[in-house]
Nanobody, 115 residues
Framework: QVQLVESGGGLVQPGGSLRLSCAASSNFFRLAAMGWYRQAPGKQRELVAAITSGGSTNYADSVKGRFTISRDNAKKMVYLQMNSLKPDDTAVYYC?????????WGQGTQVTVSS
């Protein structure tokens, strides 16, 4: 069973920054397109950023220009640098495969943007 462990969330003021990290236990990590998802209270989980095994990236319009996804295949890690945070970015953030059957979801990491 693949384990995904997200970290790096917290409380930040509007305009602030956070860097999220995700550790994966799968030996197939380097082959998987990975994504960062978020789920706000009362809303469906949405994909906000994705990165292919080769490093190509894609972003939801709502975060484009503010968030940057990256990965380190040797460490089996994926990261999300979040800048210029807004209250609407408040959510629990998860990482998982961007396509195909997802691995088991981790516990996520809470990001709260508030003054």
């Amino acid at each position: 069973q693949v384990q995904l462990v997200e970290s790096g969330g917290g409380l930040v003021q509007p305009g602030g920054s956070l860097r999220l990290s995700c550790a994966a236990s799968s030996n197939f990590f380097r082959l998987a397109a990975m994504g960062w998802y978020r789920q706000a209270p009362g809303k469906q989980r949405e994909l906000v950023a994705a990165i292919t095994s080769g490093g190509s990236t894609n972003y939801a319009d709502s975060v484009k220009g503010r968030f940057t996804i990256s990965r380190d295949n040797a460490k089996k890690m994926v990261y999300l640098q979040m800048n210029s945070l807004k209250p609407d970015d408040t959510a629990v953030y998860y990482c998982n495969k961007e396509r195909g059957d997802p691995w088991s979801w981790g516990q996520g990491t809470q990001v709260t943007v508030s003054s």
